[in-house]
């Protein structure tokens, strides 16, 4: 009965039962230290974030304001300015809608400062982009343990174009944010948080503010079904249903707003892809992203990425495949811009990750040199490069108390420069009087004009044209440094002064200049 009982027994009894530890596939250690918990990851990178958002105080592409922040105050407020892209049907109104909610919820409670609606917007980003930023350090761990998520971790937070391009409000953005979010839920060999319906619901909802999401997501969905057992299941119960949800809702989103039946994924693909409507804010080689796109995304990075590929081929090939393909997709358009990358640079820190685990001996000098090559440029970008198109409309907002009752003029702001080359109303937040040189494509129309490159050709005679007589002039002037010596007679003939200088770039180029004036006639 004893021996039965000693058999019986459950647990140790002399010695501890000793468990085998789990390894990798592809680094181990031995000394992962204490568990660190999701939820501090997540503070962190809330609180990482924030910092990030606030030392961001500069421009990027226009897109950051007109296609969203811009669009969003005109949805709200009814004033704005929309660009042809709204015009023409290819852009879709779901995007500014999550910024038009938390205007209309401002405008409600009676907070809708111009300070706050820049900067709400900009933290909400930073939220989401915090949100992603934790939840690749925990699919990282579930994969490979903690060390190696650590230090994937860690690359992907000191990455200066992460830094300089996630808090913006740009669709790239969120595009990038959602696709780290889908990619923990993503069936990866060896993954215990795959959710088919969560991932192909965020995938839905990435291609839903930016149609290029899907060229990111088409070899992940294509692998998932190739080896999914039962591919009829997965497309009744996951794909049909949720893609059709998603298209009905942003159908009947847009249809609100452009007040007409419109598909916008439709149009976007007809302009963009088969009528090279993009090739009109230019085109470059199709090694561009080879020879300088993806290095200068990747910054300092690309050497570990390169090491990082060569321990993780075999596990990570697809993911890696993702980053190929990305890029060799975008590099047969002719317009090319880093943003568009972006979304695979997560994908790609996780190499980055492998090889700092792999790198124990020279750890301290891999930590210090990411760091250093990373921060320096993440805070000159962020603080220095470019700042001057929001300094100057910190500037022109002032004019706000002018219009709004006083003995002056009515203030009248005419910007003589490359066409979106400042934020609009939603940095100003009242309905001041302003104008640009528009910049349309071509589409077909019986009597086009590019009104910007037409002043370019001949600025004084273009502004001599325009303002035959005192009572057509602007009262204000923004313009590059760079114009000021064509257009001086005008300036001195109509008593324009220079009333401010701000500083934009160290790099001026071509008809952006290295500071922006301001006049304004007396």
């Not at 910007?415 to 001041?432: A, D, K, Q, W």
Request: one cysteine or more.
């Amino acid at each position: 009965m004893e021996t039965l009982r000693s058999r019986l027994r459950f647990g140790p009894t002399e010695e501890q039962v000793k468990l085998r530890k789990r390894k990798s596939l592809l680094t181990s250690s031995e000394h992962d230290g204490p568990l660190i918990s999701g939820a501090h990851v997540l503070v962190f990178s809330v609180f990482f974030r924030l910092i990030n958002c606030v030392l961001v105080q500069s421009s990027f592409v226009p897109d950051e304001y007109w296609q969203s922040l811009e669009v969003s105050h005109w949805m709200v407020f009814n004033y704005g300015y929309l660009t042809w892209e709204w015009k023409a049907g290819i852009r879709g109104f779901t995007y500014p809608l999550i910024f038009a909610i938390l205007y209309w919820t401002l405008h409600f409670l009676n907070l809708d400062s111009v300070f706050v609606l820049i900067w709400l917007p900009r933290v909400f980003q930073s939220l989401l982009a915090a949100f992603a930023d934790a939840k690749l350090f925990l699919l990282i761990r579930t994969l490979e343990g903690q060390d190696v998520a650590k230090w994937t971790f860690f690359c992907h937070m000191c990455s200066w174009f992460t830094w300089f391009c996630c808090t913006r409000t740009l669709t790239n953005s969120t595009e990038t944010s959602i696709s780290t979010l889908a990619l923990y839920y993503f069936p990866l060999p060896g993954s215990k948080t795959h959710c088919s319906k969560k991932y192909i619901a965020l995938v839905a909802l990435a291609v839903v503010v930016r149609p290029t999401a899907l060229i990111v997501w088409f070899p992940l969905i294509i692998c998932h079904f190739w080896q999914e057992n039962n591919k009829l299941r997965l497309v009744i119960n996951c794909c049909i249903p949720i893609g059709t949800l998603a298209v009905v809702a942003s159908t009947l989103i847009d249809c609100t707003f452009y007040g007409k039946w419109t598909l916008v994924q439709l149009n976007f693909l007809k302009l963009n892809v088969f009528h090279g409507v993009a090739g009109f804010y230019g085109s470059h080689p199709w090694h561009w992203y080879l020879t300088q796109g993806f290095i200068v995304v990747i910054g300092s990075h690309l050497l570990f990425f390169l090491h990082g590929c060569s321990l993780g081929f075999k596990r990570y090939r697809m993911l890696l495949a993702v980053v190929i393909w990305t890029i060799v997709v975008y590099s047969l358009l002719p317009h090319k811009e880093f943003r568009f990358i972006y979304p695979v640079l997560p994908f790609s820190m996780i190499f980055c990750g492998l090889s700092v685990a792999h790198l124990k001996t020279w750890r301290r000098a891999t930590v210090a040199f990411l760091v250093v090559t990373n921060v320096l440029p993440a805070l000159y970008t962020g603080l220095v490069h470019q700042r001057g198109a929001l300094d100057a409309m910190n500037h022109l907002q002032t004019l706000c108390d002018v219009s709004s009752g006083s003995a002056r003029p009515q203030p009248d702001v005419l910007f003589l420069m490359p066409c979106h080359s400042t934020p609009y109303y939603s940095h100003v937040h009242c309905p001041l009087k302003m104008r640009f040189l528009e910049c349309p494509p071509d589409l077909g129309q019986e009597h086009y004009a590019d009104e910007a490159e037409s002043f370019y050709i001949k600025p004084l005679l273009w502004l001599t044209n325009s303002f035959t007589n005192t009572s057509s002039l602007p009262t204000h002037l923004v313009l590059f440094n760079v114009l000021e010596k064509d257009i001086l007679p005008f300036l001195q003939g109509n008593n324009f002064v220079r009333t401010a200088e701000i500083f934009h770039t160290h790099f001026p180029e071509g008809r952006v200049g290295r500071s922006i004036f301001i006049y304004e006639r007396h």
